[in-house]
């Protein structure tokens, strides 16, 4: 006999509530163990209950471990990390070797250019790299201050997660 399908809302009596929560979570938990085991992945879950209580489970010897394997990750790597397959690596092959021709073809014609420059046109395009070198180190700049202080907020909601 089929089970009959349910609809997935908010159960109104607090003591089904609680039955299924806990049922669930041990399927959850269950399920956890045979990802872990059948495919030799490092499996780490988290639930946190409706009153605020934590359940955990961890495939290797400790949550800590498995955390810090996480927090290195995104780290060290935030772009190479996959949320259902969605986020990958922004550039894939093809736009590299686009990327790489139109620099070769750019240091070509830029030598071509260069060639017919007298003295103060020389000084004078060297002026102009200098500021757009400038501006462009500065936007960099800014750009690893916003970096640095979203991985501190990582670091702090990591640490915030480890002593609770």
């Known amino acids: 006999m089929a089970q009959k399908k ?6 109104a009596n607090s003591s089904a509530r609680q ?5 669930r979570r041990r399927g959850l938990f269950k399920k956890a163990r045979e990802l872990s085991i059948l495919c030799e992945a490092d499996v780490a879950l988290l639930v946190f209950s409706s009153t605020g209580k934590l359940y955990e489970y961890s495939s290797s010897s400790s949550m800590k471990e ?24 922004e550039l894939k092959s093809e736009d590299l070797k686009g990327v ?3 620099c070769q073809d750019s240091t070509q014609n830029a030598r071509e250019d260069l ?6 046109d020389s000084q004078q395009l060297e002026e102009q790299l200098e500021i757009r070198l400038d501006h462009i180190r500065s936007q960099k700049v800014e750009q690893l201050a916003k970096e640095i ?3 501190q907020e990582k670091v702090t909601n990591y640490i915030w997660l480890y002593y609770i």
């Open 6 to 11: 349910i609809e997935i809302k908010r159960i």
């Open 19 to 23: 039955l299924t929560f806990s049922k």
């Open 66 to 89: 498995m955390l810090n394997k996480y927090m290195d990750k995104c780290i060290l790597y935030p772009n190479t990390i996959q949320n259902d397959g969605q986020r990958t690596l």
């Open 100 to 102: 790489k021709q139109q």
């Open 115 to 120: 060639t017919a420059l007298s003295l103060k």
């Open 149 to 151: 202080n979203e991985l």
